[in-house]
């Protein structure tokens, strides 16, 4: 298996522009999480979904921030309008358990909100 | 929240052991104990878990103290690819548990 895969590696947008991060997970895994990861606040769950459907989006700092999973291969973390402060790592991470062990993460993707 | 401390930063030895320490005081019993590992540029790596007992496996131990309070997850051989940050986190039921600022561990040749 490839792994989970996120797409872009990299976005450069400018402020209040519409950004769209995307992430494939494992297959036959069940859950899917997004984290955001910056400097001043290290590692985060912004929202994890189990067989699709979204379970807990607490951690979605704001109403510009949303997520989806239309099937069990693909979700996407849309931020509309984009801000500087948006700025950080992204990543993706699926897993088959749902427990904290053997969470599968992407390589990321960083975003730069100018 | 169970929260844990570890040492900002650790220098080994390549080929040496890294010895790589965690408090959670505030553990409860049904608490697991995690690590994860980030390599620069990289997603988080899961590394290994435990509750009660002593772990091993082919990345790494990990020793629990008998009262749980603190633990040190062991890489016995560390090459210059072990160089990251290595996150101790105990679950607290959810998935919102923060992963930290972790231990900047540098193997050096």
């Known amino acids: 298996d490839a792994g989970v895969i996120q797409s872009p590696r990299h976005e450069v947008t400018e402020m209040g522009q519409e950004v769209t991060l995307r992430c494939k997970p494992i297959?036959?895994?069940?859950?899917l999480f997004w984290y955001r990861q910056t400097m001043m606040r290290g590692l985060e769950l912004l929202i994890y979904?189990?067989?699709?459907?979204?379970?807990?989006d607490s951690g979605m700092p704001e109403d510009r921030f949303s997520a989806k999973m239309p099937n069990a291969s693909f979700s996407t973390l849309k931020i509309q309008p984009s801000e500087p402060r948006d700025s950080a790592v992204y990543f993706c991470?699926?897993?088959?358990?749902?427990?904290?062990?053997?969470?599968?993460f992407g390589s990321g993707t960083q975003l730069s909100v100018l | 929240d169970a929260k844990t401390t570890q040492p900002t930063s650790m220098d080994c030895a390549e080929g040496r052991a890294a010895n790589l320490p965690c408090n959670h005081s505030?553990?409860?019993?049904?608490?697991?104990v995690y690590w994860y590992r980030q390599i620069h540029s990289q997603g988080p790596q899961y590394i290994i878990h435990?509750?009660?007992n002593n772990e091993t496996n082919e990345m790494a131990s990990l020793i629990i103290t008998e009262d749980r309070k603190s633990s040190t997850l062991i890489l016995p051989h560390a090459t210059l690819r072990d160089t990251a940050v290595y996150y101790c986190?105990?679950?607290?039921?959810?998935?919102?548990?923060?992963f930290g600022a972790g231990t900047r561990l540098f193997v050096k040749a």
């Open positions: 991470a699926s897993s088959f358990t749902g427990g904290f062990e053997k969470l599968f």
């Open positions: 297959s036959g895994h069940d859950y």
């Open positions: 979904f189990n067989n699709n459907v979204p379970i807990d």
């Open positions: 505030t553990i409860s019993g049904n608490e697991y």
């Open positions: 435990g509750l009660k």
């Open positions: 986190i105990v679950d607290t039921g959810g998935f919102k548990t923060i």
